[in-house]
Nanobody, 112 residues
Framework: QVQLVESGGGLVQPGGSLRLSCAASGSIYNRAMSWYRQAPGTQRELVATITGGSTTIYVDSIKGRFTISRDNAKNTVYLQMNSLKPEDTAVYYC???????WGQGTQVTVSS
């Protein structure tokens, strides 16, 4: 079973940027990959998807601010997050579609 390791989270001020990475232990070639987030007391929310052909899909709340990308040679998916807002605070996870086992996620906190 492929393992996923998310990294790159942290504490950032509103308007700041972070780049998240998701490293897979096996091939992600031709798999759709997604980033999700879960804020305290809420359900996990799908925020961005990149297909095997690199078509990207975003939820409205992050359009124009976040960019998902992939490097199949490194089995890694990225989420560039710009113009961060306090409401972006959450644990961020990545997964394939259909999914592998979930990783531990990476905490993103946007606060002044």
């Amino acid at each position: 079973q492929v393992q996923l390791v998310e990294s790159g989270g942290g504490l950032v001020q509103p308007g700041g940027s972070l780049r998240l990475s998701c490293a897979a232990s096996g091939s992600i070639y031709n798999r759709a990959m997604s980033w999700y987030r879960q804020a305290p007391g809420t359900q996990r929310e799908l925020v961005a998807t990149i297909t095997g052909g690199s078509t990207t899909i975003y939820v409205d709340s992050i359009k124009g601010r976040f960019t998902i990308s992939r490097d199949n040679a490194k089995n890694t998916v990225y989420l560039q997050m710009n113009s961060l807002k306090p409401e972006d605070t959450a644990v961020y996870y990545c997964n394939a579609r259909p999914p592998f086992n979930w990783g531990q996620g990476t905490q993103v906190t946007v606060s002044s």
